[in-house]
């Protein structure tokens, strides 16, 4: 016991010891840190883009450097802006994309090409080079003048396809049994319950999804290539691609080149001698220094973020979530402040509850009441991210952002005959009143109670329906019909009524700024970027067994632990109204 504690107070003092240097560290970094990039970047750099990075909507900042070598990571705004800003920083000379499996969507993907494609105007150099080529990260190499593979490397194109896991058999095996509830007939969220495969119009959606989501990577190839998209698609089909020679001589990419020859290019491009060192600069470290230009405007539009699923309450976990309590909070500082004329919503969301996104939908109205409010809408914008999003002015969506799924669903867990089979546990219950004991995980619904559910669910999508048919101005049997919890595209959404326009961020910004007839501004971000460090604090002071156990099953079954979350997920959804999207609806 005492060599214990003393061994936990050396720990400790350690560990206070080190948040104080790293405190003063990070004060004299930010003490000292250049206020203009240009002062910041060497001459003939080299901006970096690692494909390999998750961007999210929004940056996060570290305030204890110590604990993390990597310091800030850019959001995909502070990237766009990073960016657009390189295109008239005269130290910038060029980009190269390093290529990986990215872990992006692919409406990140396509925002960062077109910030990409419009630095390429200003007569500077984008190199792409990988010593392996995934298909998502060529998609975005296709807009550099020159793509080099690793002579032994592989590159990537096949198409697209979506895989589901259903698990009807592991429940009737556990003896647990799901009485769902849904309102649409494409609204597949639940489908892993209560099938074994795909049903016809879930498939339907899926393959509308991945035809248009390909459509656009066969457009981008073929600017690359200068061959027609049936060429590319035909090669796709046929599996041309096995080496990387063939590769080049389909001229998919221009070079079958190690990394020091690749060097030998840049040197070249930016004139800089085989002695010296290339001066890189990682978009990350580029990005945070753009943010530190921005000068102040008296008038303000604010990009508000929606990143994650939908919750009630507060955002107890640190995670990426939309929490309802929170983001109220977040709508009425906003709505409140006078120097922000408008607000562009940022939502990345498949949804979650039908609760807390009605909760966040009004807040949104009062503050639709003071200014001007537009939507942009990321990888996913789609159920409780489309509710949230709906009573706009202006909604703008990328050309394979996922939205829609207008539709609602429910699910509760029968448990009884697991307790019974399984554990031998049995349960007898005395009531006072026909309802007293519902809901109940312990015993079947009765019919007239599973008619009451229903009945709930149909209520909330005739909601939904209406908020949808009175902000975007619609008749609701024309909402209705390209509702039934369907997804589409963002492209197939500008077609249907669902958005206004495609286009990112910046054109969301503009839309809102015009609306509120400014023409000087500044763009700020809300919520505050979370800080690295705080969140470690914060899961330390949470850490418990269950969080070891599910460490340890991560371990233990690789790619079962991505099932074992699903599961969790749909059990933790137990006798909740959810406007959700098509379970983990993943294309590749």
């Known amino acids: 016991m005492f060599f214990a504690s003393m061994l936990a107070m050396i720990v400790s003092g350690v560990i206070i010891v080190a948040v104080i240097v790293g405190l003063v560290i990070g004060a004299v970094s930010k003490a000292t840190s250049p206020k203009s990039v240009s002062t910041a970047v060497a001459d003939n750099s080299v901006l970096v883009i690692d494909l390999d990075n998750e961007f999210h909507e929004q940056g996060e900042s570290n305030s204890i450097p110590l604990f993390d070598d990597g310091g800030y990571n850019a959001g995909l705004y502070d990237a766009i802006k990073a960016i657009e800003y390189a295109q008239t920083d005269d130290k910038i000379k060029g980009i190269l994309i390093k290529t990986a499996s990215s872990p992006n969507g692919f409406a990140t993907l396509q925002q960062l090409r077109a910030a990409i494609k419009e630095f390429k105007g200003v007569n500077k150099f984008v190199y792409a080079y990988g010593e392996d080529i995934p298909q998502n990260a060529y998609y975005v190499a296709s807009v550099a003048d020159s793509i080099y593979l690793n002579p032994v490397g592989d590159m990537e194109l096949k198409g ?106 840049i040197r070249t491009k930016t004139g800089t001698k085989e002695k010296d060192e290339i001066k890189y600069v990682k978009l990350d470290e580029y990005a945070e220094r753009v943010r530190k230009t921005n000068e102040s405007e008296d008038e303000r539009v604010a990009v508000l973020f929606a990143e994650g699923g939908i919750v009630d309450g507060d955002n107890e976990d640190g995670d990426r979530q939309i929490a309802s309590v929170d983001m109220a909070k977040e709508i009425r500082k906003l709505a409140k402040n006078d120097k922000v004329k408008a607000v562009v919503l940022r939502v990345n969301s498949g949804g979650g509850s039908a609760l807390a996104s009605e909760v966040i939908l009004r807040e949104l109205e009062l503050l639709h009441k003071k200014k001007p409010l537009v939507v942009s809408m990321g990888d996913y914008a789609a159920s409780g991210g489309y509710y949230i999003a709906c009573q706009a002015d202006s909604i703008f969506a990328m050309p394979n952002t996922i ?50 559910v229903q009945r709930s669910v149909d209520n909330i999508y005739t909601i939904f329906k209406t908020r949808v048919a009175k902000g975007r101005k619609m008749d609701i049997a024309l909402v209705d019909s390209i509702a039934q919890g369907r997804v589409w595209t963002g492209k197939a959404a500008l077609k249907n009524g669902l958005v206004d326009g495609l286009g990112g961020i910046d054109r969301a ?42 460490a340890a099953i991560q ?17 933790n959804m137990n006798g909740k109204t959810m406007m959700a999207m098509p379970f983990e609806l993943t294309i590749q």
């Not at 800080?531 to 418990?544: L, T, V």
């Not at 371990?555 to 059990?571: A, D, N, R, S």
């Open 509 to 550: 910004v503009a839309s809102a700024a015009s609306l509120a007839k400014l023409k000087d501004y500044q763009v700020i971000t809300a919520p505050s970027p979370s800080d690295k460090f705080e969140k470690m604090m914060s899961r330390m002071g949470k850490f418990s067994s269950q969080a070891a156990v599910q």
């Open 160 to 265: 697209t396809a979506t895989q589901l896991a259903f698990f009807k058999g592991t429940l009737e095996k556990l003896d647990l049994k799901p009485e769902i509830f849904y309102a649409g007939k494409f609204k597949s969220a639940t489908e892993p319950l209560r099938a074994d495969k795909m049903s016809e119009p879930n498939r339907l959606q899926i393959a509308a999804l991945q035809a248009e989501i390909w459509e656009e990577f066969l457009k981008a190839a073929a600017e690359h290539v200068n061959a027609p998209d049936t060429t590319i698609h035909n090669w796709a089909n046929t599996g041309a691609v096995e080496f990387p020679e063939d590769a080049l001589r389909l001229k998919l990419v221009d070079g079958l080149l190690y990394m020091d020859e690749v060097e030998q290019r």
């Open 403 to 452: 939205t829609g799924s207008i539709g609602v669903f429910g699910v509760m867990f029968n448990v009884s005959e697991m307790m019974k089979n399984k554990l031998g546990v049995t349960v007898d219950i005395e009531k006072n009143a026909k309802y007293a004991d519902f809901p109940t995980a312990m015993r079947p619904l009765t019919e007239d109670e599973a008619q009451r």
């Open 555 to 571: 371990e233990e079954t690789g790619v079962g632990y991505h099932y074992y979350k699903q599961m969790k997920k749909l059990y």
